[in-house]
């Protein structure tokens, strides 16, 4: 098990090296964040959005974290999240959207 961790630790650092950037998450579309609205069911949200990249709870809300991280070794960490939170019935309450990108400003 401890040399499974080594070898990908290894291959993680040798892939920024040879690149100079990783990915973490997946793209979503952020054109569709006027979409969300208080009351907009999951099934909705997932043919906006797709799958989530995680799940989890926040103050006792389902949550769906939709995230995409571009980390360059040599330039600019281009980062968006976007976290929705579910009611027990599977209806948003809120969402949260954040993204260094300049294009996402007014968002």
Known sequence: MHIKNISLATLLLFSIGISGCVTVGKEFPVEKLEQIKTGTSRAEIER????????????????????????????DIKTRDLVIRFDNAGQVVSYTFNSTYKEDEGQ
Request: net charge positive; aromatic share 24%; proline share 4%.
């Open 48 to 75: 906006a959005f797709g799958q989530p990249w995680r799940v989890g709870r926040d103050s006792g809300y389902r949550t769906w974290t939709y995230a995409h991280y571009k980390i360059a070794v040599f330039g």
